[in-house]
Nanobody, 122 residues
Framework: VRLVESGGGSVQAGGSLRLSCVGS????????MGWFRQAPGKPREWVAS???????TIGDSLKGRFNVSRDDAKKVLFLQMNNLTPEDSALYYC?????????????????WGQGTQITVSS
């Protein structure tokens, strides 16, 4: 299994970014995939996920600004981030869990991408 993120970068507060995660080495439809992030000095936290049924879930504090989706045909997971703030600055990781659900818990994740950095300036 390989997960490769892209789309990170630097943006001013209020801007938008779209992250992509291209997966390979597995059957895309039979997994749960998500995004986590980790800021310096803080633990890694769940951001959003799409389960094996195609149902997307966003963290409560991010609803209204972030959206998650996946394209099973192309094996790509997306994270659309709008109205970014400096508090969103972090290393964002793509994550995969075998099975259809429960990829919102770090301990359940079997595979991780290398991460893509998001830096939001005020």
């Amino acid at each position: 299994v390989r997960l490769v993120e892209s789309g990170g970068g630097s943006v001013q507060a209020g801007g938008s970014l779209r992250l992509s995660c291209v997966g390979s080495g597995y059957t895309f439809g039979g997994v749960c995939m998500g995004w986590f992030r980790q800021a310096p000095g803080k633990p890694r936290e769940w951001v959003a996920s799409v389960d094996g049924y195609g149902v997307g879930t966003i963290g409560d504090s991010l609803k209204g600004r972030f959206n998650v989706s996946r394209d099973d045909a192309k094996k790509v997971l997306f994270l659309q981030m709008n109205n970014l703030t400096p508090e969103d600055s972090a290393l964002y990781y793509c994550a995969l869990k075998w099975g259809l659900r429960d990829c919102d818990e770090e301990s359940r994740i079997q595979f991780w991408g290398q991460g893509t950095q998001i830096t939001v300036s005020s």
